[in-house]
């Protein structure tokens, strides 16, 4: 049975009971790559949402500015691990644990209201593999349909409730079952066995900057890492028309998105038209 360590929790910045809020936003953070992420992402947060309560997980003393409340995590917990159990601690009633290369561009105070219809809300993940096989008649992946898709899990919304603490509770074991490796397998397998209630977030709840992706309107929380981070989600979202990211561009060039319609499609295809047939005649 896994070890519950729940007693061992220490807050280190408050022990002051209006911080023990209704709704919060969570992370977790060890390592100076981490920790350096993690301050990025409650900085977009505090500009974003003033009065939203802020919480983590870490070995490490952050600034008060940006963390009302710190609980120290166990060294021996490994880093995935770390999480779930980070998860199962908030002094939240309503979370949204984010993860540390995340980057808040707007209010997000529509997700605490989600929770009151369900108890946990997750984004599909852009993309994954499923090693394809026949049972039965039926095409699944370790006893899950394949059309039952995998919820990324860097940014979770969740009330605090006994089902999402035995949800979190046997992600872990099977984690721990399956490897210290990528935690979303497992995940996706925990919860498809789980009677719990759970909405999915839209794209631009959790826009995930490593895959090529297009998008209508405001981005509102960024999900990946970049040398400039702000300014990339800043010009992401300088339009709200459809635009199509791409990875590749957000290295050698600013103009990474390209606002799609059919009047620039139509006039772009009779320009390419003309010019071939001008071509032609020469």
Known sequence: ??????????????????????QGILYYARGERWIQEVLQSAQSV????????????????????????????????GVKQLKMWSLRQTPFQ???????????????????????QFDLAL???????ID?????????????????????????????????????????KLHKEWGEGQDQAPFRNTLYNSDIR???LPPAYNYRLPYP?????CVKIFHGRHQNLPNLCKNINRSQDWRITSPIKYKDTSIFYEKRNWRQ???RGMKKFQSVFQGNEI
């Open 265 to 267: 499609l139509l006039k």
């Open 94 to 116: 309503k979370t949204l644990y984010l993860d540390t290369d995340t980057y808040v561009a707007d209010s997000l105070w529509e997700i605490f209201e989600m929770l009151d």
């Open 1 to 22: 049975m896994e070890k519950d360590n729940s007693s061992e929790v220490i807050s280190d910045s408050t022990s002051d009971p209006s911080l023990q809020s209704t």
């Open 213 to 217: 992706d297009g998008i209508w309107g």
């Open 46 to 77: 505090k500009v974003a949402m003033p009065e939203i309560k802020t919480a983590i997980l870490s070995d490490t003393q952050l600034p008060k500015e940006l963390f009302d409340i710190q609980i120290k995590a166990p060294s021996e917990v």
């Open 132 to 172: 394809l096989h026949k049972n039965g008649g039926n095409i699944e992946e370790k006893g899950v349909p394949v059309c039952f898709p995998k919820l990324n899990t860097g940014v979770i919304a969740y009330q605090k409730n006994q089902q999402t603490n035995r949800l979190f509770a046997n992600w872990a």
């Open 198 to 200: 759970f909405g999915v």
């Open 123 to 129: 984004a599909v993940t852009p993309y994954w593999k």
